[in-house]
């Protein structure tokens, strides 16, 4: 009995799972020690509405229809939950990160075996094995860490996860003999698209991924493919329908083409540039892919806008290459038996479709890899499995080469997550990958403002002025960096010239208040506009309560006002933040010196 549940075929993918998972969890060990960045703070730490401090399913639901992004309100509700359960910790929402990825590295694993299962009927024990490598390499390959220790990016590994689920359940539901368990395997299908579709938008996609599992690998080896002309258009009108609004979304006929054109009005890049340059970035990814060491990898990356389909030359060979591709994955899809193999290689360019298109978004970002990956990975398994099924004496080669690559990929990937423990670390990285970037010396510059370090953030902010004296992130900056030398003049021109560029934030609005609160000090305006600076500190606090600066700035001119209650009030709710050591010694000794006990009175200055 013991033998026989050893050797059973479950017994052994159950081992490989759990190996997987431990994989998995070594790889990503000091993921957890990460802290949120960037994009985190807008749908996360400044946004009220997922900061559910009680447990309730109304706060839930109201994290949901309150979403920052209003067609991704199930990520915010996990948001929601996480912050529940941690008080706002960073940690807490890098475990479930984790979590989510370690679900997902499982149904690559499943889908995958499946997928081979399929394609070789007979069923060598080997498969499970091959599964297990190709569901570890994806799991484990540095390009994914973005989607893991990047906490907002949970919105794209969730949809992941819902859409990888839905095509393993719909093949279920193909492949059940009992009409019960293909009524539940459909409904969970069913779900999971949708349930994609709330965490992010590249799941749209899910139901072309779905028509392609049936067209591909559940007739993977059917002839005639179509069964009758209906049967062609059921996956044939859908394809022409969605290539009929994108060709309208690109021209810019109607409210669809108005839409989508209206998201380039904050780049510095037109969409013409874009549909010439993602040929090239896709690329680029693969060449990643195919180069994972840590140094491959950065938050930011300089990439040369395609002009036209000559400049510079690599974008028609990109788009030659893409279009090969394409050609080439049609071409098997034509041949009775290789169907599956066309499934795999058409799964990059759908899966890419959303983000790497027509869309005005970011040129380059590494987790948008993070589901068409499954392609690649899935082409490796099979071109593993093909190798053992024809030489069987390269079994014990091709587990080494295995091994080799997984402890590889792992070792990168633990290089790679620690750079995420900092914003310092992963800003100088970024100003090393992409020295030509604006944003790379502006975000590093900015990071030091908000550290309090003027004069550090300085020369990285004026690289940045150089090379784009006309954003408003960097204009702002140079007025902050005037303002800590005490330069109100000049600061109050860069400020000036922020707000008219583009639309402001609490940073500009914190700013403005520090440079009434000046202009007072020095005599410039009279003690009337530190009103006006507590108006402007009102407004920055309203958009992000739990910045410590702003509420250091409310404490800072409501003393200056006299108000001793309400200042003493603002200097304690800074020091229930976590500030260095010498910065609430200095302030606990100001509120000792010039405050009575219950701050209802004190000498100021």
Request: hydrophobic share 50%.
């Amino acid at each position: 009995m013991y033998k026989k549940i050893i050797n059973s075929p479950v017994f052994n993918v159950l081992v490989l799972a759990g190996l997987l998972i431990l994989l998995v969890q070594v790889g990503y060990h000091k993921n957890s020690s990460n802290i949120f960045h960037f994009d985190d703070r807008y749908s996360i730490t400044e946004y009220a509405s997922v900061q559910m401090n009680e447990f309730s399913f109304e706060g839930l639901w109201q994290a949901g229809v309150n979403a920052k992004h209003a067609t991704r309100p199930l990520a915010s509700v996990t948001f929601a939950f996480d912050w529940w359960r941690s008080g706002g910790s960073a940690k807490a929402f890098l475990q479930t990160n984790l979590l989510i990825h370690t679900v997902n590295a499982l149904l690559v694993m499943a889908l995958l075996l499946m997928l081979l299962r399929r394609h070789y009927p007979q069923q060598p024990r080997y498969l499970a094995l091959v599964a297990f490598i190709a569901s570890a390499i994806w799991a484990l390959h540095p390009i994914q860490v973005q989607g893991v220790s990047y906490i907002v990016q949970r919105m794209a590994s969730l949809a992941t996860l819902f859409t990888l689920l839905a095509v393993l359940s719909y093949l279920f539901a193909r492949v059940s003999q009992r009409s019960g368990s293909k009524i539940a395997w459909f409904t969970l299908c069913l779900l999971a698209t949708f349930a994609g579709m709330l965490s992010k938008e590249l799941a749209w996609i899910t139901p072309l991924l779905l028509l392609l599992t049936e067209y591909c690998v559940v007739r993977n080896r059917a002839e005639p493919l179509f069964n009758n002309r209906l049967d062609g258009a059921v996956l044939w009108v859908p394809i022409i329908v969605a290539g009929l609004l994108a060709i309208l979304a690109i021209i810019g006929i109607g409210a669809l083409g108005s839409y989508f054109h209206s998201f380039y009005e904050i780049r510095d890049f037109t969409m013409e540039q874009r549909l010439l340059t993602q040929p090239r970035v896709i690329l680029f990814y693969l060449s990643q892919v195919l180069w994972p060491l840590p140094g491959s990898f950065s938050l930011e990356h300089d990439f040369l806008l395609s002009s036209s389909l000559l400049e510079p030359f690599s974008t028609i060979l990109a788009i030659l290459f893409i279009l090969a591709w394409c050609l080439g994955a049609v071409y098997l899809w034509r041949q009775a038996g290789l169907r599956i193999v066309a499934f795999l290689m058409l799964w990059l360019p759908v899966t890419l479709s959303v983000e790497s298109s027509f869309i005005g978004l970011e040129m380059v970002f590494e987790h948008r890899m993070y589901l068409p990956l499954f392609g690649l990975i899935g082409l490796l398994a099979f071109a593993m499995a093909y190798a053992l099924n024809r030489y069987h004496k390269v079994y014990w080669p091709t587990m080494a080469l295995g091994a080799i690559l997984i402890s590889g990929l792992a070792i990168s990937t633990m290089q790679r997550v620690p750079v995420w423990q900092s914003s310092e670390s992963l800003l100088i990285n970024s100003t090393v990958h992409a020295p030509n970037s604006v944003r790379s010396w502006s975000n590093l510059g900015r990071y030091y403002i908000d550290s309090g370090d003027f004069v550090k953030a300085k020369p990285f902010i004026q690289k940045a002025y150089e090379m784009a004296p006309e954003n408003a992130s960097v204009l702002e900056a140079m007025g902050a960096i005037l303002l800590s030398e005490a330069q109100p003049v000049e600061a109050r021109e860069y400020l000036v010239k922020a707000y008219r560029t583009n639309r402001v934030g609490h940073s500009w609005l914190n700013n403005m208040a520090w440079l009434h609160l000046i202009e007072v000090a020095q005599g410039l305006k009279s003690r009337s506009f530190l009103d006006k600076a507590l108006d402007f500190s009102r407004q920055a606090r309203a958009l992000a309560p739990n910045e410590p600066r702003y509420v250091r700035m409310s404490a800072v001119i409501h003393e200056q006002l006299g108000q001793c209650r309400e200042a003493y009030h603002g200097w304690q709710q800074y020091l229930q933040f976590s500030l260095p050591v010498v910065e609430s010694t200095r302030v606990s000794d100001h509120l000792t010196r010039y405050y009575s006990a219950d701050g209802s009175r004190c000498q100021l200055r």
